[in-house]
């Protein structure tokens, strides 16, 4: 008596990403808030399968007019809108070339600052914690043996 308990599989995911002009995805937002008027709560992934199942329950001819009311986009990301901020102008030419032929100054450079010396613990001693109580070795183990 072997029973093979096949549970019904769940379908496999996918995860992708596309172009949307501003108005159909403002259009999301309506629909999502049409959906909360008539008492049920929609995600944005819920609208768009709803969306491909009436197109698939579509005649030919609706399924057609459907697609051809629809304006082709150019594929790939959006281009940024360009910046707010002016850009810079360059130096006339006058004042580069005037540069250019001066001579260059020697500067005096600073000796690299030495950072200060650490000042090792003794050798004897067990460093101590920020608490100021002694620290154990790594293990658990104290720092210094007793005699036995």
Same mark, same amino acid.
């Given at each position: ?5 096949? =549970? ?9 990403? +596309?172009?949307?002009? $501003? ?8 629909? $999502? ?14 609208l ?14 609706? +399924? ?7 304006p ?5 990301? %959006? ?9 810079p $102008? ?11 032929? =001066?001579?260059?100054? =020697? ?8 950072? %200060? ?29 007793? %005699?036995?």
């Amino acid at each position: 008596m072997s029973e093979s308990k096949s =549970a019904p599989r769940k379908p496999k995911l996918v995860r992708d990403s +596309f172009t949307i002009p $501003k108005t159909e995805y403002a259009a999301i937002d309506e629909l $999502k808030t049409r959906a909360i008027a008539l008492g049920t709560s929609v995600k944005k992934s819920e609208l768009l399968r709803a969306g491909l199942m009436a197109l698939v329950g579509m005649s030919d001819a609706a +399924f057609k007019a459907a697609v051809a009311a629809v304006p082709t986009l150019k594929p790939g990301r %959006p281009q940024a809108e360009p910046a707010s901020t002016p850009v810079p $102008k360059p130096a006339p030419a006058r004042k580069a070339a005037a540069r250019k032929a =001066a001579p260059k100054k =020697a500067v005096a450079t600073k000796p690299a600052a030495r950072k %200060p010396a650490v000042k090792a613990a003794p050798a004897s001693a067990p460093p101590e914690s920020p608490s100021g109580a002694p620290r154990r070795a790594r293990g658990g183990a104290a720092t210094t043996r007793r %005699p036995s």
